[in-house]
Each structure stands twice: as C-alpha cells, then as structure tokens.
C-alpha cells in the first residue's frame, strides 16, 4: 500500500515569507506527527495529533508555527515569517496505534525547507 | 530534559567485522525504536523494543533493550556494504511523544 506522503519535497522560500508543508499519511492510520530535521541530527519533535487534534505541540518552536490536521487525515504545517534558521528538512510519520499502544512511526520522505 | 546518547557518532569498518553501536537515555522509558537512514531518504523503522531484555533480529542486525540500565545496543555481525547508513535510536516517552538520538553514521569499507 502507499506509504505517507509529503509535498512539496523542496521549497525554496525568502525570509519572511509563508510557507504550507503538507502531509498524506497512511490510510487508517490515526497518530500523525511532524519532526524537524537538521544536518547531523536526529529529527526532532515538533507536533503530534490523535485524530484531529493536537495531542502535544510542545516542540513547536514558536507561534510562528502552526499545524493542522482538520478531518484526521491530511495535516498541513504552516510557518509564518519564515527565517534562514528554519531551513531543514521537515519530516512526517504516522502511526497505526493510538495513545495506549507502542509508537513505530512509518515516516514520508521530507520536505526540504530552504530559506534564503 | 531527556538526552538520548548514541555513540559512537561515526563508525567506519571493514566488511566481516563485528560492531555495536549503544544507545543511552536518561529517563525512564521501557520502549525504543531503532531506525534506519540512508542519505537523502527518510527513516525506515528496523526494531521495535517493548520491554526489559527484548531482543530482536534481522540479518545480521541485532538490538536489545536494558531498561534498568537505560541500554539499548544495536549489534552489526559480519559486516556488509549494504549496511552503510545512519542508524538512530529513539526512545518512546509515552503519549505519542519519541526523542531521536543524533545518529549513528555507519560506513562499510571492503
């Protein structure tokens, strides 16, 4: 079956400017989650919903970010203003389980975020 | 503040040899995860680890869990070209939330 979807897979962008990243995760799934990625690091937590709602945005850095997920499927994270410190690779993955049950995440390929 | 520790950061060995790579954590947690990276792709899940003294296998790629000793290793036997990645470990705190290792560059010569 298809796996999780991410587009675009890059996006050039100006600082200052407003960006969507969109995510398609696996269908049934209902755990999906939104990580940031920099070179040589491990992804790093950002956001993460049970169905529709954000279950914990602890690790979004700021209200310049923003993530939404309105009918449980797709979710769309949006940065506001973005700085040449947001350039990395923004990673999805979606889960099967929900929040009682062990957490293997299936992730999609990224979408790399440049800001020049 | 969870710090999970991989180490080492970068390994470079021959084919055929035999390698661990360990994965600290400094928080209680009885499950972790270990996945795989190959450059310019994203994360392919290898292991799912759910209690003190799981052991899982495939190929030649061995991990095991010590909860009490907030362990995880990850054992390479014998080598293989194809083996060359980034290897992570992530510890699952509960609530849907993982924290990620920086990773494990592997490389192997011939």
């Known amino acids: 079956g298809a796996g999780v979807s991410q587009t675009p897979s890059n996006k050039v962008t100006e600082k200052g400017k407003y960006v969507e990243l969109r995510c398609d995760p696996i269908s049934g799934h209902t755990a999906l989650y939104w990580y940031r990625q920099s070179l040589g690091q491990g992804p790093e937590f950002l956001i993460y919903f049970q169905g529709t709602g954000a279950a914990d945005d602890s690790g979004l850095p700021n209200d310049r970010f923003f993530a939404v997920r309105p009918e449980g499927s797709v979710s769309t994270l949006k940065i506001q203003r973005t700085e040449r410190g947001d350039s990395a690779v923004y990673l999805c993955?979606?889960?099967?389980?929900?929040?009682?049950?062990?957490?293997?995440?299936?992730f999609g390929p990224g979408t790399r975020l440049t800001v020049l | 503040e969870l710090k999970v520790e991989q180490n080492p950061l970068f390994l470079s060995m021959q084919e055929g040899k035999n390698y661990t790579i360990y994965c600290n954590y400094s928080t209680t947690s009885d499950r972790l995860y270990w996945y795989r990276q190959d450059p310019g792709k994203s994360l392919e899940s290898l292991f799912v680890l759910l209690s003190n003294g799981a052991v899982k296998q495939e190929g030649r790629l061995m991990a095991s869990l010590d909860t009490k000793a907030r362990l995880s290793t990850l054992h390479i036997t014998a080598a293989v070209h194809d083996l060359s990645a980034t290897y992570f470990c992530a510890v699952d705190l509960g609530a849907g939330k993982s924290t990620f290792g920086d990773g494990t560059t592997l490389t192997v010569k011939p």
């Open positions: 993955a979606s889960s099967p389980k929900g929040v009682s049950s062990y957490n293997e995440q299936f």
